[in-house]
């Protein structure tokens, strides 16, 4: 199994920055995808940024929400096998609970991909 623990969440006014982490841990393989997503009351789960591939060598692949772009920015440490998302002038209807996804296999069985997700951060952004 494969584990994600997110943290950095919490509250912030309008303008201001956070920086959300995720570190997966377990019998890890390997890890094809990372990402973010949110989930206000309300509302259903939506994606907010995505960093596929990447590596040593190889180009890694980002996706943003029409509604990020320009604000956030998702990055990871490979070595770390850690998603991060910087989030930089931030409104109040960023306001949700973020929760981290993987894309990723066990070592035991490197053929077989699956999505794994964490318990989710809170991030409340006051106007």
């Known amino acids: 199994q494969v584990q994600l623990v997110e943290s950095g969440g919490g509250l912030v006014q309008a303008g201001g920055s956070l920086r959300l982490s995720c570190a997966a841990s377990g019998n890890i393989g390997n890890i094809k995808s990372m990402g973010w997503y949110r989930q206000a009351p309300g509302n259903q789960r939506e994606l907010v940024a995505s960093?596929?591939?990447?590596?040593?060598?190889?180009?890694?692949?980002?996706s943003y929400q029409d509604s990020v772009k320009g604000r956030f920015t998702i990055s990871r440490d490979y070595s770390k096998n850690t998603v991060y998302l910087q989030m930089n002038s931030l409104k109040p209807e960023d306001t949700a609970v973020y929760y981290c996804n993987a894309d990723a296999t066990i070592a035991t069985m490197p053929w077989e991909y699956d999505n794994y997700w964490g318990q989710g951060t809170q991030v409340t952004v006051s106007s």
């Open positions: 960093i596929l591939g990447g590596g040593r060598t190889n180009y890694a692949d980002t």
